[in-house]
């Protein structure tokens, strides 16, 4: 889906949704810092700032952020999102593997997350699509109207149902306090902090393509891969379920028709 979001497009139109680029890593870097910042503020234990700092800074970009975009925008917001969704991809893979590592006190060497990295497959397809713009190897008619009409529905069914499977229920009152940290980065800082970098760049939530597609992905929220990465450690699943599957709620009935009244 990453390949034919990209390649879909020539070098020129992809220049001119690149800022969801910017909009990704600030956003990201705002909620992270901030997170930081305040967790240590708090006093809290190591293993309660990583999870807190996961949740607070990478969202579900892909399993829910690409339906979410199709669904509102269709195939011409998949480009930017993919973008967008790279931009937190790839750092979430590197300092997710290096956060985990630490909270579960195990090593961790610059090669395993250089393995994490090159081994990614959505990282492969972005590389992949780029070199199809580069070259101008024009992707065929009837390869992108498969997608469009036939496979696009399907697969963004798939990852909406993959979100639902991974998410435990669990009791919020144990967890408040990184429940309402996480909430304030996700739905609050990180689509303000958005709105302020398209105001910076000049643009128009009009007029240009990126973005209306960059304000949804910024409230987006937490990723189901940090309750994959609590699995594999052993971290503790309950904080991590309670972190990812609350926000998402929120999101899908509270976050998501304000923004939606916002832009529309």
């Known amino acids: 889906m990453v390949f034919i979001s990209i390649s879909r497009y020539t070098g020129n139109e992809i220049l001119g949704f690149g800022n969801a680029l910017a909009m ?31 949740n607070s800074s990478f969202p579900n970009v892909t399993f829910l952020g690409f339906p979410i975009i199709y669904a509102l925008f269709g195939a ?3 480009g ?17 593997v290096m956060f985990a590592s630490s909270a579960a ?20 397809a972005l590389i992949a699509a780029l070199l199809f713009v580069i070259y101008r190897a024009a992707l065929p008619t009837v390869v992108r109207d498969i997608f469009d009409i036939y496979l696009a529905k399907p697969f963004f069914s798939l990852f909406l149902l993959i979100v639902g499977y991974q998410m435990p229920l669990v009791n ?12 304030l980065m996700r739905f609050i800082v990180s689509p ?21 597609p960059g304000l949804i992905m910024s409230i987006m929220p937490p990723a189901i891969f940090n309750f994959m990465l609590a699995y594999n450690y052993k971290l503790d699943l309950k904080q991590y379920g309670a972190l990812i599957f609350y926000p998402t709620v929120i999101f899908l009935f509270v976050a998501l028709p304000i923004m939606s009244l916002f832009i529309f």
């Open 24 to 54: 990704a890593f600030i956003g990201l870097g705002a909620c992270f810092v901030s997170s930081v910042a305040i967790s240590k503020f708090a006093r809290d234990s190591r293993r309660t700032t990583i999870a807190v700092v996961l």
């Open 76 to 78: 011409n917001g998949l």
């Open 80 to 96: 930017p999102a993919a973008l967008y969704a790279m931009g937190i991809s790839v750092p979430h893979l590197i300092f997710g």
């Open 105 to 124: 006190k195990k090593r961790i060497t610059k090669w395993r997350v250089l393995e994490s990295v090159v081994t990614f497959p959505a990282a492969f």
């Open 172 to 183: 919020p009152r144990k967890y408040f306090k990184d429940l309402t940290m996480v909430g």
């Open 192 to 212: 303000l902090v958005t709105y302020a970098v398209i105001m910076a760049l000049g643009l128009s939530l009009t007029g240009d393509v990126t973005p209306k």
